[in-house]
């Protein structure tokens, strides 16, 4: 069974940075597509930022050029760099791992003080 578990988010202002890491159980972690999503409060969960297994990446438009999104499979961790932060950016930040189904970590708070 597979498990992710997420760390790195907090408070900071706007401007600031932080880098979200999420480690997944199990030994599919290299043939997953990852993925980060964010859900604001009254609002639906949305794609942050994705990358498949041979490293190819894409991104929300609201994000891109502010986020990047890498993996480790040694260390089954995909990483979400986030520079240039907003007060919108401010959402719980989910991972995501696609094999077969979804699997989702328990999320962690992002929070950006303007």
């Known amino acids: 069974q597979v498990q992710l578990v997420e760390s790195g988010g907090g408070l900071v202002q706007a401007g600031g940075s932080l880098r979200l890491s999420c480690t997944a159980s199990?030994?599919?972690?290299?043939?997953?597509?990852m993925g980060w999503y964010r859900q604001a409060p009254g609002k639906q969960r949305e794609l942050v930022a994705v990358?498949?297994?041979?490293?190819?990446?894409n991104y929300a438009d609201s994000v891109r050029g502010r986020f990047t999104i890498s993996r480790d499979n040694a260390l089954n961790t995909v990483n979400l760099q986030m520079n240039s932060l907003k007060p919108e950016d401010t959402a719980i930040y989910y991972c995501?791992?696609?094999?077969?189904?979804?699997?989702w970590g328990q999320g962690t708070q992002v929070t950006v003080s303007s």
């Open positions: 199990g030994s599919s972690f290299s043939i997953s597509t």
């Open positions: 990358i498949n297994t041979v490293g190819h990446t």
């Open positions: 995501n791992l696609l094999l077969g189904g979804a699997y």
